[in-house]
């Protein structure tokens, strides 16, 4: 389980219920043309933490619907509730995804010790491959290396989601633990993550720049360090705009400019203004001019 991964975005409609047809036109686009290795889906970038347990229910089943086994497959199921992201963990196994990942559970300061409790009953009551989800800037749960090894020894623990920019904890946890995985969490770090041992990347931007990732990724394996360094660069042009913007905003307006239907964001995340679109539609011609 390597590559780039899409964290995949949730089209909405106006009155904040899945959009089907947009869903599916979506994981169609990331498999058929940004050729990306998988999808991870239901985690921030789906807007997952604003949905009830049943449409996150049926955005896994209407995303392995459409993909199939055509890229891997990966469910974000994490909850504060340990009994939703248990039910939500054995849907996604039941569905056939190839591995399931959770959050750390975050706002209540929560210590290492219960951390580290959840995932066991986690990966115990689903028994599936499991990748945790590590983003301490909104967990404020940070791991030492010792903590990381622990976390790694759990029966199901795969591997981590590393959304950090202690790039050398990670070298040194890369080196320590060969045998499990370790995808970037930072778009426009893919470069530096790659160098420091990471397995592949897991993002939104890869929503509309998944070739890019796809193109840097195999120029660092090719020892092509300037290609590397000149795809980076491309890439966090668009990404510097994204975040200027509203990044998953941003990402639903210029996939529209391509025809897919990417939809509404749910409430209370805010739409873009006239002048915001006009904006964002001046990153498909950065782009197009990349590609």
């Known amino acids: 389980m390597k590559g780039i991964i899409t964290a995949l975005l949730t089209p909405f409609n106006k009155d904040g219920t899945l959009n089907e047809k947009g869903l599916r036109e979506v994981v169609r686009y990331n498999i058929d043309d940004m050729k990306v290795n998988g999808l991870y889906v ?38 504060l509730n340990i ?81 950090d920019t202690d790039l050398s904890k990670l070298a040194v946890l890369k080196d320590i633990h060969q045998d499990k995985v370790f995808f970037s969490g930072a778009d426009d770090m893919v470069l530096q993550f790659a160098v420091s041992g ?41 990404i510097a705009q994204l975040e200027k913007l509203g990044v998953y905003q941003t990402i639903k307006h210029v996939l529209k400019q391509y025809g897919i239907d990417a939809g509404y964001m749910k409430f209370p995340f805010k739409e873009l203004t006239e002048d915001e679109r006009k904006q964002a539609e001046k990153i498909v011609n950065i782009i197009s001019t990349e590609e």
């Open 198 to 238: 990471a397995d592949g990347a897991i993002g939104s931007t890869y929503n509309i720049i998944g070739k890019e990732a796809l193109a840097l990724y195999e120029a660092v394996k090719s020892a092509d360090m300037e290609k590397a360094k000149d795809l980076q660069k491309q890439m966090n042009k668009v």
């Open 83 to 163: 009994e939703e992201a248990v039910r939500l963990g054995r849907d996604a196994k039941q569905l056939g995804y190839d591995a399931l990942s959770a959050i750390t559970p975050y706002y209540y300061k929560f210590s290492f010790r219960e951390i580290k409790a959840y995932y066991e009953r986690l990966t115990e009551e689903t028994d599936h491959p499991m990748i945790i989800y590590s983003n301490p800037a909104f967990t404020g749960a940070q791991f030492s290396i010792e903590d990381y090894g622990e976390l790694l020894a759990i029966p199901n623990v795969m591997g981590v989601k590393y959304t």
């Open 42 to 79: 239901g985690g921030s970038t789906g807007e997952s933490f604003l949905m009830d347990e049943s449409a996150k229910k049926d955005l896994l089943r209407i995303v392995k619907e459409e993909a199939g086994n055509a890229v891997t497959l990966i469910g974000q199921i994490g909850s």
